[in-house]
């Protein structure tokens, strides 16, 4: 057992006026399976080239291992996976990549091809096979999940499980809960370490968050009492003061020293008063600086004239002479939210832009609603650029209720001035979703749309769903998210 040090991290990129960590402190042991969350563009992954030395900063980060990043860069993907493994650990042992690799269920044929053949999974599986198989390292796990099926998911949490020491970036719940004992995260004004899950985790977060809530709204509730009680403090003492150089309705002389003794009590107490709504105020700043927004937003969704909005007999989709899929029956209704799924090549992103309306070949019958308006949600974000303003106008969509959901989804207006091609991977997801909810629509089509998008948007996402309830088909692997929005699930099966 070793620990990674940090002591009073702080860095910025080069011509940023926002540090991304400033005088950050924590420690962590080298044997956890450590989680690793926090929103997009908090910090993630620059933290991660932090400790392999990629940028400078100030403070200090102290280790006794040396680090390792997957995804490993393969830079000839041509060459055979045995090649790669060697490239990756030059004195491993082969009984221990078959060891490995048996755990993940790759059969030993796969080292002998070339490694831009193999699939997502596999490629997933080979690097992680290899950078395991070094001894006193330190794995850094970047987003493993991103592109593979449920299944592959499952045997890889599984496999992670059996390990130890490690970072594992992943914004998929069940993931994380099946193999993580520790959780890192980057909060809106800190960093923390706590043991447990990721579930954990986030029960504390919503008890702490439940409390601060609370106390904020009784805090805000003693400022406006105080405040009020101040103001009358104030004018009983402005009317004390008049009344100094004043007589009585006798005709009497006004004792003016017990004027000025009734008007410095007055003084006291507003001072008194003034202290506390301070006090209160101070203590009001303390609270919420790590609640995620919570705001509630109005989305509707276009109303079909018939039940049934799409419907599919015996549809086979075609590439050439090959099938992409098998046979598919099945149809849309309105109000539904249909998880389509199946291992990946089962043919789902293509099923999905038939059903857009790309032309495609097929064999069977599909018949689409007459005048049926669908907003679809691409893996692809290449195609992203320009201001957020010009990409509202162009879509034809409400500005204002466009940029407050991707304020709930947590872009600092900051962001709004940016060229969107900047913007990171789950960023620009956020973007394609929050266009989508905005658009006036009969059915929403979305094909992967979590990939990237950070574990608490993800909640957020769901949340809003399903407080809209549109009719949606959708493709996803987030467990979690599929299990809370599905009304009904297809299965496709390769062939």
Known sequence: MSLIQVSKLTF?????????????????????????????????????????????????????????????????????????VEDIAPDYEHWKLMRELNLLQVGEDVLYRSFETLSNGEQTKMLLAALFLKDNHFLLIDEPTNHLDMEARELVSQYLRGKEGYILVSHDRAFLDNCVDHILSINRTDITVQRGNFSDWWENKKRQDNFELAENDKLKKDIKRLSEAAKRTSNWSDEVEKSKNGTLNSGSKIDKGYVGHKAAKMMQRSKSIESRQSDAIEEKSRLLKNVESADSLKLTQLHYHKNRLVELDRVSIYYGETPATGEINFDIERGERIALSGRNGSGKSSLLKLICGEELKYTGTMRRGSGLVVSYVSQDTSHLNGSLSQYARDYGIDESLFKSILRKLDFSRVQFEKDISAYSGGQKKKVLIARSLCEQAHLHVWDEPLNFIDVISRMQIEQLLLDYAPTLLFVEHDREFTNAIATERIELSNG
């Open 12 to 84: 910025a990129y080069e011509g940023s006026y926002d540090p991304i960590f400033e005088n950050v402190s924590f420690q962590i042991d080298t044997n956890w399976k450590l989680g690793f969350t926090g929103r997009n563009g908090r910090g993630k992954t620059t933290f991660l080239n932090l400790l392999l030395g990629k940028h400078e900063y100030e403070g200090t980060i102290s280790a006794s291992v040396e680090f390792d990043y997957f995804p490993f860069q393969v830079k000839d993907r041509g060459r055979m996976a045995i090649e790669v």
